[in-house]
């Protein structure tokens, strides 16, 4: 409910909005008032202006980012469960990639095409989530492929899409569920670490990360312009994570 309440707030918060996010209001780093709720940012503007601002852009980007890594994993990980040679491939291949820390893919990749954006960010998604998640979706799916319907439909030469679409698949709802929760928290911390550093401008400059960022300057005088949008960012990645933890718990039993 914190999460859901939280990404109402961020998808309506334009509308919402008392006055434009970059209109100012008073002095920097201003106390809370009557004018501003929690008080103003390092150029005058309305904290909770620029919260209900900043939120829709990063969560859809995470949600993007969480629906493709979470399909193409899916995928992957049934086709490696069907076919243990192309498997053993491409695991030789993401071996690598899982050992290298994703900030740094977002600097090697976002600096050295500037004008990337957020298509770069998604394409570092992809390289650092799908061959983790894919190794998890082969797991859960290596079951489904032993299984005798699925090794009836392949002794009656079904072709692999078949196998994977129509017989994998649908028996992996509740992991497919499961990840794409995970990977829309990890997702989320992706994005608020590359738009903390500034390298996916087409977020904008008032989304959540950009707010602590530029604001903890002026902690000691109005903590809420840096705090406000760090507890969004938190609020939804923790209570998705717990939400995902008790789902899990609820198909164990």
Known sequence: MPALLITVLAVLGPTLAP??????????????????????????????????????????LSAVIAVVVTGLSCVLGAVVALRPRIGAVIELGTDFVILLPAVLGILLVLTSWPDAGVYGLIIVALLFGVPYCGRVFAAAAAGVAASGYVESAEAGGESLPHLVFREVIPNLRAVLATQLGLRFVAAVYLVSTASFLQLPTTLGASNWAVMVRENASGMLLNPWAALAPGLAIAIVAVSVNLAVSAFGQEERT
């Open 19 to 60: 006055r434009p996010a970059e209109e100012a209001v008073g002095i920097p780093f201003g106390d809370p008032g009557d004018s501003a709720w929690l008080g103003t940012d390092r150029l005058g503007r309305d904290v909770v202006s620029q919260l209900l601002f900043g939120g829709w852009g990063l969560l859809l």
